[in-house]
């Protein structure tokens, strides 16, 4: 008998973006220019503000374990942060600090979710939420979803695939790779409708703030049942330091609080000092305009992709991602992914990392490089397209 | 119907040390003088040489993700460390950092157990270590132990205890709460057993370094298929920073590598760049100095509660904690422990925190206080047992 890996980790792959990142930078090793879109996350450096509260809290000296659930002042400054942008009131008690959003999808399906139940999800979605259901023995149960419902399950497509062992729905708006948001009404009855079969409903709003043509809702605007999952990392800029945090309902506060003893005992303390500084007016006013910035580069690129002849089914609202259809070029996104690297040096992200309904026939552009590169890209990808 | 918690977290409890934390906080804020006896965590702040090296990094803005598996120049560092302090060799692809050691088992169980498969550990233990086994749905199977086999496992006992569904042992050396070491021949007997059983060896080293009489043993000097567990926190001084790491066999190097992206993505950036500054020289010697002083203390504790009739069973021979039996005081220390805080103002963690095996005769010192602050606690303990 051997020492034998677990069986779950046989429904856990690697990101096939992975792999092609890998060769991205063995190309620049050798020399090549490479344009980086295939990374989801923000080129800026994480803002000024943030930078000098975690120097500050360095110079002290003082790096010690914060308790289990974060810090007390940034758990309000969050509950606070609700209450600015959203109009929506938030116990403080319910706000979990974790090691980035990561953290906060362990702790949320840790307890919640038992072996065997299942979780409802779009595909396509990020690739990450499957493999945590997984880590916990639990079933993914992918809803397969287009433009009709702007890539994003409805109350009436949760009824319709709603089995016995069914535990909840995670929902992610703006959803990574679409772009897409489940928004207004279309969020309240989801929500309803996961509450009404009895079930947990997962709301990831990890890229809340980027954002370009309405406000976004937040699930916490309808009930105090919801599970929320958000981070610094992409609004805030803060990528690097991994904190993030979740929102669970009453009910499941004193297990959160058991679990993240456990499992983080707590958040990194410098992280968590730096993100307290990340709701100054001046910060703010500097992620507003990063947030400018990216709508702008959302505009050219979706312009820019439609006249080359992707088709983009939904503009997308938020996030740093167009998911562009690439049919009328291949029928293997991942082959044409791999040589649009290989041949013209732009990386982008084949569909097959993000489900498998119609990914090869889907590639995730970020829009995390400066409009001038993404301007070079674009001609290199139409000389690609043309050879 | 109604969302439930997960039925795992029934058998995961909040440690009753937090418990009479709060209320030693309470009573600081009261205004007394509380004596903290009760924290894992070194009293002194992190090296000066890390704190330089994470805010270097800081000031660059440049916070970004790294590799999954962690910056590689700092899976080197810690490959040549295993060199330069045990003569042991170890691939550095073996290497995988994580946030803490926490993250290091929860990688560690998260790619090697199953639900239902049992994990065999010493009672007393640390209280996150079945937890851990929880989390993922799998058993702890409790060992007794004593002061005959140094509060550790040995070969005999894994022997005697394997099951069909045992999956392997998790071993701490030295051991929190009773500070022992598995050491020597011992240790090796151990990984052997445990290895032609089939199962998988867990070798929990957080606390290596603080080690006073003789030179630990590392599980990795006995063979390539042992998981190894350690961290910066305790020794290197880095508690809040959250770093750790993982070495994991050759045949788990890839679902390591998997599960590390999807559970983390990557270990805090600032804190790994800190943790580089921690293998030189300078700070070699800060940490030896300290060393010395946590020696001291040691013999002046050990020595101390002796005298005031504690009976401790085994010299602790590492890390920075004293389990010592209080039963000629009381036979229950949970209530001991409490009354102590509430009349002297000395803050100690109850036996039950680490088992059920003569838990409530049992007390644990930490000595991550001044030697003066212990002679106050002495001072207060011996007019406490007197009364």
Redesign the interface.
């Known amino acids: ?9 046989r429904g ?4 096939y973006v ?1 792999e092609l990142l890998q060769r991205a930078k063995q190309l620049e090793r050798e020399g090549r220019d490479v344009i980086h879109m295939e990374i989801g ?1 923000p080129d800026f ?2 803002p ?1 503000a943030v ?1 000098d509260a ?2 500050a809290l ?9 308790a ?1 659930a974060g810090l007390p002042e940034l758990r309000e400054a969050i509950a606070e942060h609700y209450v600015r942008q959203y109009g929506v009131k938030v116990d403080p008690g319910r706000v979990f600090i974790t ?2 959003a ?2 906060a999808f ?1 702790l949320a399906f ?6 065997g139940e299942q979780v409802m999800m779009a595909d396509p979605c990020y ?2 939420n499957d ?2 259901v997984r ?3 639990g079933q993914t149960h992918f809803v397969n979803v287009g433009a009709d419902t702007e890539y994003q399950l409805t109350a009436d497509l949760i009824a319709q695939n709603w089995r016995p062992n069914s535990k ?1 729905v995670l929902a992610a708006s703006p959803s990574n790779p679409t772009g897409t948001l489940l928004n207004g009404a279309d969020l309240k009855y989801a929500i309803d409708q996961v ?1 009404r ?4 409903f997962y709301s990831d709003e990890i890229y809340h703030g980027l954002i370009y043509d309405q406000p976004a809702a937040t699930a916490l605007a309808h009930g105090d ?1 919801a599970f929320v999952i958000n981070s610094f990392s992409k609004f805030f800029g ?5 904190v993030g945090w979740l929102v669970v ?1 009453d ?2 506060v004193e ?1 959160a ?3 993240a ?11 968590q000092h730096a993100a307290l500084a990340s709701f100054t007016e001046d910060n703010l006013a500097e992620l507003e305009r990063r947030r400018l910035e990216f709508k702008a580069r959302r505009d050219f690129l979706y312009t820019n992709l439609l006249k080359l002849g992707f088709k983009i089914a939904c503009k997308p609202e938020g996030a740093f991602y167009i998911y562009a259809d690439c049919s009328a070029f291949t029928d293997n996104s991942f082959a044409f992914a791999g040589e649009l690297l290989e041949r013209e040096g732009v990386a982008v992200t084949p569909g097959r990392d993000f489900g498998k309904y119609r990914a090869d026939k889907h590639i995730r552009f970020a829009y995390t490089a400066s409009i001038d590169r993404m301007a070079e890209a674009l001609t290199r990808l139409e000389r690609f397209i043309c050879r």
Chains 1, 2 share one sequence.
């Open positions: 008998m051997k020492q034998q890996v677990a069986d779950r980790m856990i792959s690697a990101f992975m996350e450096p994480t000024q930078i975690g120097r360095l110079k002290t000296g003082e790096v010690k374990y914060t289990a090691p980035g990561s953290g362990l840790g307890i919640s979710l038992n072996p690739p990450c493999n945590f880590l916990f023995n909840g509450h079969l009895g079930g947990c049942d803060m990528t690097g330091w991994r309902p009910d499941f297990a609080e058991k679990l003893q456990n499992i983080f005992i707590s958040t990194p303390t410098h992280s």
